[in-house]
């Protein structure tokens, strides 16, 4: 039954200000009712391939090879069988899962040579309250710091790499982490990568003070106006092309279907990333 869970306090990361830009209501049926959905064979994909990259950095540097990283895929995809059963629940197909784990292991060592560096720090949970009283968090994929000092920021990608005019969301969770990162640790990132794994590209960034500083100010603005509809319970739909990929629709009065009862805005206390 949905709502019967105890409320805990909401914050924002890159998923969750991306639904509520693209749907209130979506952001409402997913983070206050946490309404089930069921997982898909490409979000499964990409926590396979980021556990065996995560992995192979615990190795000494000389073992960091493609063929090792292959020969990890199958014991990564039975621990996380085993400790999440249902992510074989969209597999039809385990060795063309396989197969496409390393291919896009293959993109990875076209792209990159982990042989060379260390990383500083790998599915970094952050977790703070901004200057202005956004609560935010989220994990960070990887952190390499430089023999210099300098930071740089990079998330793996398992999709495809959008067209510049669609690149958007992907800009915003760069600067997300980048200014997450600084509040944190008082240190601005020098560059920010996007490692598109199957198309073998990366989006860089390289982000000012100046920009940080406006982000944050957009993000205010954009949480002031989650917690007004929290507050009220009005969080309305957002008909969109993004519909026809939404398993909400029988909840949503675009299609016909009506929310459940407004569980209310949560509580205050929980430390759990989106």
Known sequence: MWGTMTPRPLALSPSRASDYQSCPLKYRLRTIDKIPEPTTEAQVKGTLVHAVLEDMFSWPREERTFPAAVKRIKPAWAALCEKDPSSAEPIDDEMALFRDARDLLRGYFHMENPLGFDAHEQEMYVNTVLPNGVPV??????????????????????????????????????????????????????????????????????????????????????????????????????????????????????????????????????????
């Open 137 to 274: 968090r989220g994990f960070i994929d990887r952190v390499d710091i430089a023999p210099t000092g300098e930071v740089r920021v990079v998330d793996y990608k398992t999709g495809k790499k959008p067209l510049p005019r669609y690149s958007q969301d992907a800009q915003f969770q760069m600067r997300f982490y980048a200014l997450v990162y600084w509040r944190l640790f008082a240190t601005i990132p020098t560059q920010l990568r996007l490692m598109y794994l199957k198309v073998m590209d990366s989006m860089f960034l390289s982000p000012s003070r100046e920009e940080l500083e406006y982000f944050e100010r957009d993000l205010g603005e954009l949480w002031a106006k989650i917690e007004a509809d929290g507050k009220e319970g009005h969080f309305r739909p957002k008909k969109s092309k993004l519909c026809g990929w939404c398993a909400f629709q029988d909840l949503c009065p675009e299609f016909g279907g009506t929310p459940p009862e407004y569980p209310g805005w949560p509580g205050s206390a929980a430390d759990t990333a989106d």
